[in-house]
């Protein structure tokens, strides 16, 4: 049997919250790379990704701090993307959403899965050192998935008016930010969106200039020697498809420690280039949580893709003939371990 053409897709921040809290031990309790994992944490003196899961009840305060939710997601999507069963299905591509590049990078073979693991883990601390600011999240998408541009163009205008910068473009939502005053009168200045504005609760003002004191402590501590070409082709932030005889090392370390964290992530625009370059069988998304499925599924509807051109139709795709397959969910993820 011939096998299924596979885009991975790798979590950002965000994923690992209060259901997700064991998802290593049930998962993937008794993995080597776990242990190796754990072991270069306690290396460091830091509780180590088992004793985490293994919580007996879930903090905000402290499973969603940086330091603490960027080692555990990248431990859980690696593994999860180490379990898939590759004898029924070829990744093709593999792409991820800010947070979760670091994981893509690890999955297309750019860097081992040790480096990738110490990348996240640094980058989980290297994140809190940034200038004062934060991000919300703007719904702009309709009860359809679709986003009128006009109300873009009026969220865009009121952006200018108060200094607050794009983020992340995430299908059909927007991801701000900029200092609390900015994000305040932004709020009050807005048009009427379908949802109040979500402020994030821990999260800096990523992928913006004003984390340059994150880049500059990751170009010093994190060589350029741990990278190298991808096995797999690996799409980035802008779209740009690093392939394996054409891409460049040190390029895509200065990528990495550079745009990377000082500029927008445009997810939106690494999903569609992947999706239209290597028309993909099904998108899989790895675990530990399944935010990250609304968003792709905005992406497909604006690209009517296989005719999924409303949230419905993606609705009823996904009960009879699944395009992506979210391995956080139960009775999916099943599917393709």
């Known amino acids: 049997m011939a096998k299924q053409s596979i885009l991975v897709v790798c979590p950002g921040r965000g994923t690992y919250n209060a259901p997700e809290l064991g998802y ?14 754990d072991a270069l944490r306690a290396g460091r003196g830091a509780p180590t990704l088992s004793e985490l899961d293994g919580a007996a009840k879930f903090s905000p305060a402290l499973h969603t701090r940086g330091d603490i939710a960027a080692p555990l ?13 590759r004898d029924r299905f ?16 690890a999955c297309a073979g750019a860097v081992s899965g040790e480096h990738g693991f110490a990348i996240a883990d640094a ?15 703007l719904v702009l998408a309709g009860e359809d998935w679709r986003v009128d541009p006009a109300l873009r163009r009026a969220v865009d205008a009121a952006m200018v ?24 009168a932004l709020e009050k200045d807005l048009p009427g969106l379908s949802r109040p504005p979500l402020r ?42 690093w392939r394996r005889f054409e891409s460049d090392a040190e390029s895509l370390w200065d990528y990495t420690f550079g745009h ?17 370059e290597f ?18 599924g905005q992406v497909l509807v604006a690209l009517n893709w296989l005719d999924i051109g409303s949230k419905d139709a993606f609705s009823s795709r996904q009960g009879e003939d699944a395009t992506l397959i979210g391995m956080g969910r139960p009775g999916q993820r099943e599917y393709v371990v």
């Open 24 to 37: 290593l031990a049930r998962h993937h309790g008794g993995r080597a790379e776990l242990a190796a994992f």
């Open 73 to 85: 997601i990248y431990a859980a999507s690696y593994l999860d993307f180490l379990s898939i069963d």
């Open 90 to 105: 070829e990744v093709v591509a593999v792409t991820g959403n800010s947070m979760g590049w670091y994981t893509a990078l």
């Open 123 to 137: 980058m989980g601390v290297n994140s809190q050192k940034h200038a004062p600011g934060g991000q919300a999240v």
């Open 161 to 184: 008016r108060h200094g607050v910068l794009p983020s992340i473009h995430l299908g059909g939502m927007l991801v701000v930010a900029g200092s609390k005053a900015a994000l305040d």
């Open 200 to 241: 994030l609760a821990g999260h800096g003002p990523f992928h913006t200039p004003l984390m340059a004191e994150s880049a500059n402590a990751a170009r010093a501590s994190l060589p350029a020697t741990w990278f190298g070409r991808p096995e797999v082709p690996l799409i980035d932030g802008r779209g740009k498809i």
């Open 260 to 276: 990377q964290i000082l500029a927008p992530y445009d997810f939106t625009t690494a999903m569609t280039v992947a999706i239209r």
């Open 279 to 296: 028309a993909p069988d099904r998108i899989v998304l790895l675990g530990p949580g399944e935010t990250l499925g609304g968003a792709i």
